[in-house]
């Protein structure tokens, strides 16, 4: 484990992300982890998404991580049916017809993760200030935002406005988001309760409870849940998806039995959030065969 001085160094190194990406994933790595990356033997699943952001680069990952762009390459693969209706995409907040849009909706940016707005009620939703945040959202780029997450470095900056989903019987959606490795769907991490009392735990493709989770931030499933009566499907277009992808996580949601794709991810959390116990870092990291490079150690661009 790293001491408190190398710790306050990496932990400035880390804001400076206009470093080259060799050198800065080091430092990024250390000051989550711990401990030191070895870009040319990373053995832990954060260890190979650090080197998956340096070396791994195909263009279409800017499509994939694109979350309008990203419907075309779905509905390619799998059909439009399992696409959330978008009202519309926009280059700012200012063109967003909100008098024409329906009481509830989903604002998101295409561009960055996890600039989300959730609208429920329209006639309480102040646009001015919604206006104000989305604006802000249109300036970031989330490669210099996080952790130099390459793939969203030439995304444009976009607003998507979406069908805002629910389920009958619950207050917010399950997240169901599939780790593939080489294009084979290995394991799920479902989120529950996201607004009341949010929930996560790792599961396998049957939907039994495995014995290990994603973060000791979140509370952990401790029981089993409901199987989604759509799995099966889910899988089959998870799959179809993750095609020919060294690795990525596909996100659907089952929305009273209908399946809805997410999003594709290809940083989990920019790497900065560690499964446990700790032995299964190593144990996922192991299912995550990473490409070989030429001799120059060159990025790689194309798909396999």
């Not at 889910?234 to 998806?241: G, S």
């Amino acid at each position: 484990m790293i001491n408190k001085v190398r710790r306050f160094f990496c932990r400035h190194l880390r804001k400076m992300r206009f470093l080259p990406s060799k050198m800065y994933v080091r430092y990024h790595y250390e000051y989550f982890s711990g401990k030191k990356l070895d870009l040319n033997d990373p053995r832990d699943f954060n260890a190979k998404i650090e080197w998956y952001k340096v070396f791994y680069r195909p263009k279409i990952l800017n499509q994939l991580v694109d979350k309008y762009a990203v419907r075309s390459y779905v509905e390619a693969k799998i059909g439009k049916q399992y696409l959330n209706e978008v009202f519309g995409v926009y280059n700012n907040a200012e063109s967003i017809p909100f008098d024409e849009l329906p009481n509830k909706f989903v604002i998101k940016a295409t561009h960055t993760s996890s600039h989300n707005l959730i609208v429920t009620d329209k006639e309480n939703l102040d646009i001015s200030k919604a206006q104000k945040k989305m604006t802000k959202w249109l300036g970031k780029n989330q490669y210099y935002r996080m952790g130099q997450e390459w793939a969203y470095k030439d995304v444009a900056p976009r607003i998507i406005v979406e069908k805002f989903l629910k389920e009958d019987d619950k207050n917010s959606l399950v997240d169901y988001k599939f780790y593939c490795f080489n294009g084979k769907a290995k394991f799920i991490d479902v989120h529950i309760d996201r607004e009341d009392n949010h929930k996560q735990g790792c599961f396998d493709l049957e939907f039994n409870l495995l014995p290990f989770g994603k973060s000791l931030n979140y509370k952990s499933i401790s029981s089993e849940i409901e199987k989604p009566i759509n799995l099966e499907e889910m899988i089959k277009c998870t799959e179809a998806l993750a095609d020919k992808l060294p690795f990525v996580r596909v996100d659907f949601y089952s929305v009273n039995g209908k399946t809805i794709f997410g999003e594709m991810t290809f940083y989990p959390s920019d790497a900065r959030k560690a499964f446990y116990p700790e032995a299964y870092n190593q144990i996922i990291g192991d299912y995550f065969v990473l490409p070989k490079l030429d001799s120059a150690k060159n990025a790689i661009t194309t798909l396999n």
